[in-house]
DNA sequence: ATGGCTGAGCTACTCAGA
């Protein structure tokens, strides 16, 4: 098995909205134990980049990349290999919130961009948030036309906050008025697919209804109501690189789980 | 199925999440 995946040089990329980093810290350690990822993009950390646990990362091998804020949202990226150019300005926030960090990383002979990111929520609509919302991804697509006119092997990944179709979640109609599954905010989602993109996870599932989130509320999950917003976007480049995509359901299951569950992309 | 559950900051209760 190791001398395979050293021939095909594949490399594991996860995104996973934690719901908190400090809260969920040992479910995360026992995680990346078992699923040994390079990357994993973290999002929802919850926390300034001072009181990140850089050190218990470290200490499993992961260098940690940490775009920090008190209390909400906050993303990181943890690498076992070298990562560069990291950058924290992908896009201008208005609200000044935590939400994009980006990087550069080879692949055999490919300079890949990386872009984990944590869409706003949008809820309520008609209220500023739901217009915070749209203008965030207005920025985002500009800044992604920007970013393909330079480099075509972009990897985005992490929690969108969009419900992309009907298939997408467990009662359609109870979010086609939600700021997740607006048909306007969905197609925020197939403007970024139009430049140039592929649902990872659709691309390779045609059919499959499967969920990336359950509400803490009502039993929800144990229930299977929920919904796919969390997901892989690979630019046109990168597609004849995929060897798999997964969506782990196990640690949605385990004691104080995030509300999220891990999303796997496999790449060589 | 417009309720109810979780985390942060703080230490009573609000804000935010989706």
Not at 80 to 96: A, G, R
Request: charged content about 30%.
């Amino acid at each position: 098995m190791w001398l395979w995946l050293v021939i095909l040089n594949i490399m594991k990329i996860i995104s996973w909205n934690v719901n908190s980093v400090r809260a969920r810290i040992n479910n995360i350690l026992d995680y990346i134990k078992t699923s040994n990822p390079d990357l994993l993009f973290l999002q929802e950390i919850k926390t300034q980049d001072e009181n990140f646990p850089y050190d218990q990362f470290k200490k499993i091998g992961y260098e940690s990349h940490v775009f920090g804020q008190k209390s909400y949202n906050g993303v990181a990226i943890l690498s076992n290999k070298e990562i560069k150019n990291i950058d924290k300005n992908f896009i201008s926030d208005d609200l000044k919130q935590s939400r994009i960090i980006t990087g550069e990383i080879n692949l055999k002979k490919k300079k890949i961009e990386l872009i984990n990111i944590y869409a706003p929520n949008g809820n309520p609509i008609e209220t500023e948030k739901y217009d915070y919302k749209k203008n965030w991804f207005k920025k985002f697509i500009s800044s992604i036309k920007k970013k393909l006119a330079k480099n075509s092997n972009i990897i985005i990944a992490g929690d969108f906050n969009i419900i992309p179709e009907e298939i997408d979640v467990y009662d359609f109609k109870r979010y086609e008025n939600d700021a997740l599954g607006k048909l306007e905010i969905r197609k925020k989602f197939r403007e970024i697919l139009n430049l140039g993109f592929f649902d990872v996870f659709r691309l390779k599932n045609k059919h499959k209804q499967e969920y990336t989130f359950w509400d803490y509320f009502s039993g929800s999950w144990q229930k299977n109501y929920g919904m796919r917003i969390d997901h892989f976007l690979l630019s046109n480049n990168l597609i004849e690189n995929i060897s798999s995509i997964n969506i782990n359901k196990s640690p949605r299951s385990k004691i104080k789980p995030s509300d999220h569950t891990p999303i796997e992309l496999e790449i060589n």
